[in-house]
């Protein structure tokens, strides 16, 4: 049978229909409203850094402007219809979808006990049971409640003193729920003591966790080879992905597609009949210039992004200040259904400050463009509660 070939310009719509960044968002952005978004995106990833707005909440305001970070706050640790866990970093999860995490909690705990045996400080095995019994019996509590008397590392970002270590294994591996935060501070109970009675009940088999966690990646990407698919929610292996791609291919529910690149090239890619039936009537994306977290689940992907939008993004947090292209924090912007540059902002006492802009090649900062950033400036720095936008004499930089 002859594949289908997608074009660029369609495959970018499809995936960020898909992703709510093609179409003007609408919603209060709380309650079942986000619930939906957040169910739409599959997850949105938790990052401590808050130059401008921490990663979630920018991700989430992206798609309803009237977001507000309590209302995350609130499916989490109120509602309970989301939870916290890791898909390739930690994130914010639909409810829903814990029954499809037992997979990933075996996993997890697999592999931790294999590797930090070896990678973390000795003796936190021996304070698992400790702790479970202080939590029982005291209720929720952070890391800073744990290991009385134990010595605090500071030789790097993972050196956790062993009751710390202890405590993030029993809940990466299920047994404990993160319950609420206070500030950015994660308070741990028992998962019994947070996860709805009728999902903690629900045990799937691996055969029908795979199958989920692929159809509903798929769902959500439009297109996407298997490796892109085992990535999405990081439960299923390549393997797997690759046995589960061949057998729903030659079932019917999926089909290979060509995926026209930025550069013109082709990737062979799979998709649905209901997926390249949407592609073909997409509307015109909207004008909007969009600020885009760094940790955007349109970028996560960072190879598959470049790709896709002819778009090379790194972050630089990491890099020595002396070596960094950019800066320590940079956003992504986008407009209509392209990737124009990226800035630095960040906050200033009350104030949102540009510190620069960096265009792509080719690409021209007219009036009506300029009028676009600094709208959506001032949109975000609502979600920032900063007063005004000021900019550097020299924001406007070469292209990239």
């Given amino acids: 049978m002859t594949r289908p070939v997608l074009d660029n310009t369609r495959a970018r719509r499809l995936f960020l229909d898909r992703h709510l960044l093609l179409r003007p968002g609408t919603g209060p952005g709380r309650g079942a409203d986000l619930d939906g978004v957040l ?19 920018l991700i989430l305001w992206s798609r309803r402007g009237q977001y507000r970070p309590r209302a995350l706050e609130d499916l989490v640790a109120r509602h309970r219809t989301a939870f916290e866990h890791w898909t390739h970093d930690a994130s914010v999860i639909p409810m829903a979808f814990y029954p499809m995490w037992r997979l990933k909690f075996a996993r997890d705990s697999a592999r931790m006990e294999a590797r930090w045996s070896e990678a973390r400080r000795p003796g936190w095995t021996q304070e698992l049971d400790q702790i479970l019994r202080h939590v029982a019996d005291r209720g929720a509590l952070c890391s800073r409640d ?3 008397g134990e010595t605090r590392g500071s030789t790097g970002w993972w050196d956790w003193h062993p009751s710390k270590t202890a405590l993030e294994f029993l809940w990466r591996s299920g047994k404990l729920a993160i319950c609420h935060r206070q500030g950015f501070r994660k308070y741990y109970d028992l998962a019994e003591r947070v996860i709805p009675s009728q999902l903690r009940g629900v045990t799937l088999s691996r055969e029908e966790t795979v199958d989920w966690a692929m159809a509903a990646a798929l769902e959500r990407l439009g297109f996407a080879t298997s490796g892109e698919l085992a990535a999405f929610f990081e439960i299923v292996t390549r393997d797997e992905a690759k046995v589960w791609c061949a057998e729903a291919l030659a079932a019917g529910r999926i089909r290979e597609a060509e995926i026209e690149m930025a550069d013109g090239a082709r990737r062979r890619s799979f998709t649905t009949e209901a997926a390249l039936d949407q592609a073909a009537d997409l509307p015109e994306p909207s004008g909007r210039v969009r600020l885009l977290s760094p940790f955007d689940p349109a970028l996560r992907d960072r190879a598959r992004a470049e790709r896709l939008f002819g778009f090379h993004y790194r972050i630089e947090i990491f890099v020595p200040e002396a070596k960094r292209r950019y800066g320590y924090y940079v956003f992504p912007a986008m407009q209509g259904d392209r990737l124009i540059g990226r800035l630095e902002a960040k906050r200033v006492g009350e104030m949102l400050e540009l510190r620069a802009v960096w265009p792509e090649a080719g690409l021209r900062m007219g009036r009506a463009r300029v009028a676009g950033l600094m709208a959506e400036l001032n949109r975000v720095r609502h979600l920032a509660g900063l007063s005004e936008v000021v900019c550097a004499e020299d924001w406007l930089r070469p292209a990239a």
Avoid at 40 to 57: E, K, P, W, Y
């Fill in 146 to 148: 744990v290991g009385e």
């Fill in 39 to 57: 169910d739409a995106l599959g997850f949105v990833q938790v990052d401590s850094v808050n130059t401008l707005a921490r990663a979630h909440d």
